[in-house]
C-alpha cells in the first residue's frame, strides 16, 4: 500500500485528490495539509511514501518547501501538481529533487499512474517535458532567457509581471523590499531588459501570468 500525503490550500482540490487517490488503486491517504508548515507536521508524524504537492501552496516558497522536504524526509518522494505550464515550474522542480511534475488537466488515470511510478523510485514527466530534458543534454542547446534565473528571481520576475508592486511582493515573499528590489536589479541585468515594462511585456509573450 502506497501512503501519500496531499498538500494544497483547496480544500474541494484535496477531496478530489483524495478520491482519485483511493479509489481501488491500493493508495492510502495518511494526512492532508493546506500549508508548508502543517505538511511537515504531517510527514513528521505520519509514515509517508508519496507527498502529493501543489506549486502555489501557502507558507513557504514552492522550492524551498521541496528542498526543506527532502532534507528532513529523504525517503519521501515528491510528485508536484500545478494548473501552471510546464514550461513554467517543471524543470525547477526536478532541479529541486521532485520526483515528478504532473498539470493537473491530466486524467486521474495519470495521477495514479505518477503516484505508482514515482513511489517505486521512477521520474515521471509528460511526452512534451521529457522531449525538453533531452534536447537540455545536447550542449548546444538554447536557453529562454527567464530559466537562467534563480528560484527567487523567477518569482520575482512573475508577481512583477502580474503588475505588483516591490512592496507588494515583499510582503509575499517575507522579505524586504531592498531585498526584491535587488533581485529585480539583477533579473533585469541577467535577461537584458531595463524597464518595468519591458519586464511587464516579457512575462506577457512568454505566458507566465498565471
Known amino acids: ?11 474541494i482540490v484535496r477531496q478530489g485528490l483524495r478520491r482519485i487517490a483511493t479509489d481501488g488503486a491500493k493508495i492510502a491517504v495518511a494526512g492532508e495539509a493546506a500549508t508548508a508548515a502543517e505538511l511537515f507536521c504531517l510527514v513528521a508524524g505520519a509514515p509517508v511514501d508519496v507527498v502529493l504537492l501543489d506549486v502555489s501552496m501557502p507558507g513557504s516558497a514552492f522550492v524551498e518547501t ?9 525517503s519521501v518522494k515528491v510528485l508536484v501538481l500545478s494548473v501552471h505550464p510546464e514550461d513554467q515550474w517543471a524543470l525547477r522542480a526536478l532541479r529541486a529533487g521532485a520526483s515528478g511534475y504532473l498539470t493537473k488537466d491530466h486524467s486521474p488515470e495519470q495521477l495514479v499512474e505518477a503516484i505508482h511510478r514515482v513511489a517505486r523510485g521512477g521520474k515521471y514527466v509528460s511526452e512534451t517535458l521529457a522531449e525538453k530534458l533531452a534536447g537540455l543534454v545536447d550542449l548546444g542547446a538554447q536557453y529562454v532567457p527567464h530559466e537562467q534565473l534563480s528560484d527567487r528571481e523567477f518569482e520575482v520576475l512573475c508577481s512583477l509581471g502580474r503588475g505588483m508592486t516591490v512592496k507588494d511582493v515583499a510582503i509575499q515573499m517575507q522579505l524586504s523590499s531592498k531585498t526584491v528590489s535587488t533581485y529585480r ?23 507566465l501570468m498565471k
Open 185 to 207: 536589479a539583477r533579473l533585469l541585468e541577467k535577461m537584458h531588459l531595463g524597464t518595468n515594462a519591458d519586464l511587464v511585456r516579457y512575462v506577457v509573450e512568454h505566458d
Open 66 to 74: 521541496v528542498h526543506e522536504l527532502l532534507d528532513r524526509f529523504p
Open 1 to 11: 500500500m502506497i501512503r501519500v500525503a496531499i498538500a494544497d490550500d483547496h480544500p
